[in-house]
């Protein structure tokens, strides 16, 4: 065997052997389940983790941004007109969240947090001063008065009498910082001197500053990385207890700040919001594509907020049968200490027209007001999110209350806010590197495929260049004629004559003549 031969046969075996192992190992997805388990193992909230200093002290900055609705005809209101509101914001304010005393229970399966908040105003970023601008919008601790006292005439009257004489009205006008941070409101003041347990002071974002919502208990995902971040227990309750079905009131999924790797198009996200009293869920929308990082964005359909009639399912939401509000709204009150307080999207995004319709100067649109995440499906990571929700005030006439006697029933818009956030460019640069290996890894047998194929190619120009060599050398070979005889047979060479040594000049001359037939 020659030593091309050889050659031949070995880059033919090597062909052979890469295209077997690389089409085996792809079909039995040997190294993406590698690369997955490995995912599974260091995406986990154990101390030491890939993840547990990111998850205990999130580095990308969070922004809180706050919009109000400013009431510009509260006179006509108070005699049936339709409400007229402008918006004013935002107020932009950094927030700042961290996971305090973390403590590891039940053998590091479940970790114990505090999910704590701060906010620190940023001028730059608002349209105004929060402590000079004033907003004139819904008295909200006047209505829950009322409504506490609805049905009872002589308590309704007493608080009729109060408010008059406080000269405390369904509509107040105060500063942003007022609204947000809190005031002391003259009702409940009054109140509260008899009724200890009612606080005197009033906000939108009242003692939320530098506190958090109570103590939460996750999952780790050591045990079943579906789990992770996953909520187990709130401030020690597994179930709530504000609705009046078990479905309303159970608690799934994660807080929002963490999502199992490995994501898939076709499943739900749960999360669980203390702000709104209920677990959430979002759908998978589209594909997107932040700082090179390429994400899911799933988003809250139609349904989480629809009406009784729409899904049946949130039947349970409705405070009592006859206080089921419509598509698009969520009544709190229970969570709220009875106070009329409603929840929506943005300007009633994915809510009924009747309510946008309601109120002069409600534009819903989705680039604007629409809820989402953007989630990395290989790690979970949160690239983008933007949640935004509305608090409205349910306002309606109430027996008992002159002031109230032309109003009809409403839902009142108070303010809305856009909380958001973009990974920052090193956590990016950090998940562009490991996404760079996973993929590297899970299609190792593509690479190893490719060389097959290259060395199938070398193997294929071996083979035509020996072929045709071959071919060259038969064809030398056949083509001259066996008895065939040439020029140089038929012809004698003789000198022209014998005075070649006489002419040295000119050489000798040298003719040619054919050769004699030996048997003529």
């Known amino acids: 065997m020659t030593r091309r031969s050889c050659t031949i046969y070995a880059v033919g075996i090597i062909c052979a052997g890469l295209l077997i192992i690389g089409i085996g190992l792809l079909v039995l997805q040997t190294f993406r389940t590698l690369m997955h388990n490995r995912l599974k193992k260091e995406i986990v909230l154990v101390e030491g983790s890939r993840v547990f200093e990111s998850w205990k002290t999130p580095p990308p900055p969070v922004y809180m941004e706050f919009f109000f609705f400013n009431v510009t005809n509260v006179d006509e209101i108070l005699t049936g007109a339709k409400p007229v509101v402008n918006q004013v914001g935002p107020y932009?304010?950094?927030?700042?969240?961290?996971?305090?005393?973390?403590?590891?229970?039940?053998?590091?399966?479940?970790?114990?947090?505090?999910?704590?908040?701060?906010?620190?105003?940023?001028?730059?970023?608002?349209?105004?001063?929060?402590?000079?601008?004033n907003i004139t919008?819904?008295?909200?601790?006047?209505?829950?008065?009322?409504?506490?006292?609805?049905g009872s005439f002589f308590k309704a009257t007493m608080a009729s009498v109060m408010m008059n004489s406080l000269g405390v009205g369904p509509f107040t006008t105060h500063t942003v910082d007022e609204l947000l941070w809190g005031y002391e409101?003259?009702?409940?003041?009054?109140?509260s001197s008899s009724s200890p347990e009612v606080e005197?002071?009033?906000?939108?974002?009242?003692?939320?500053?530098?506190?958090?919502?109570?103590?939460?208990?996750?999952?780790?995902?050591?045990?079943?990385?579906?789990?992770?971040?996953?909520?187990?227990?709130?401030?020690?309750?597994s179930q709530l207890k504000f609705w009046s079905s078990n479905h309303s009131n159970s608690i799934n999924g994660s807080d929002g700040s963490a999502f199992h790797p490995l994501l898939s198009k076709d499943e739900r996200i749960y999360i669980f919001t203390p702000d709104l009293c209920r677990t959430i869920y979002m759908d998978f929308e589209k594909d997107v594509e932040v700082k090179g990082i390429p994400a899911y964005r799933f988003t809250p359909p139609r349904s989480v907020l629809a009406s009784k009639e729409e899904n049946p399912d949130n039947e349970g939401f409705c405070v009592t049968p006859q206080e089921c509000l419509g598509t698009g709204l969520l009544k709190v009150s229970p969570c709220r200490k009875g106070a009329p307080v409603v929840a929506s999207f943005p300007h009633f995004y994915l809510a009924d027209d009747k309510y946008v319709a309601?109120?002069?100067?409600?534009f819903p649109q989705r680039t604007h007001h629409q809820t989402f995440l953007d989630l990395n499906p290989t790690t979970g990571v949160i690239v983008r999110a933007n949640k935004r929700a509305q608090i409205n005030v349910l306002i309606q006439r109430i027996s008992g209350f002159p002031t109230t006697r032309s109003l009809s029933d409403i839902v009142f818009p108070v303010m809305f806010i856009n909380e958001s956030v973009v990974i920052d460019d090193v956590s990016a640069a950090r998940v562009q590197k490991l996404l760079l290996i996973a993929t590297v890894v899970s299609n190792f047998p593509l690479i190893i495929v490719g060389l097959g194929v290259i060395m199938l190619i070398v193997f294929i120009i071996l083979l035509v260049r020996v072929r045709r060599q071959k071919n060259e050398v038969k064809r030398i070979v056949f083509t001259k004629p066996l008895c065939?005889?040439?020029?140089?047979?038929?012809?004698?060479?003789?000198?022209?004559?014998?005075?070649?040594?006489?002419?040295?000049?000119?050489?000798?001359?040298i003719g040619l003549t054919p050769k004699a037939d030996p048997q003529a």
């Open 484 to 509: 065939a005889t040439t020029a140089e047979d038929d012809t004698s060479y003789s000198p022209v004559n014998d005075k070649e040594k006489d002419d040295p000049q000119n050489g000798t001359y």
């Open 200 to 237: 005197k002071d009033f906000g939108l974002m009242y003692k939320k500053n530098e506190s958090n919502d109570g103590e939460f208990i996750y999952h780790t995902g050591e045990q079943n990385y579906m789990d992770y971040g996953r909520v187990k227990t709130w401030k020690g309750q």
């Open 92 to 133: 932009t304010y950094r927030e700042y969240r961290y996971k305090d005393n973390v403590t590891m229970v039940e053998d590091g399966t479940l970790v114990s947090a505090y999910n704590t908040k701060s906010f620190v105003f940023l001028r730059e970023r608002s349209v105004g001063d929060p402590a000079v601008d």
């Open 137 to 150: 919008t819904v008295n909200i601790p006047a209505w829950a008065v009322m409504n506490k006292v609805k």
């Open 185 to 191: 409101d003259p009702l409940l003041k009054r109140i």
């Open 358 to 362: 309601a109120i002069e100067g409600m």
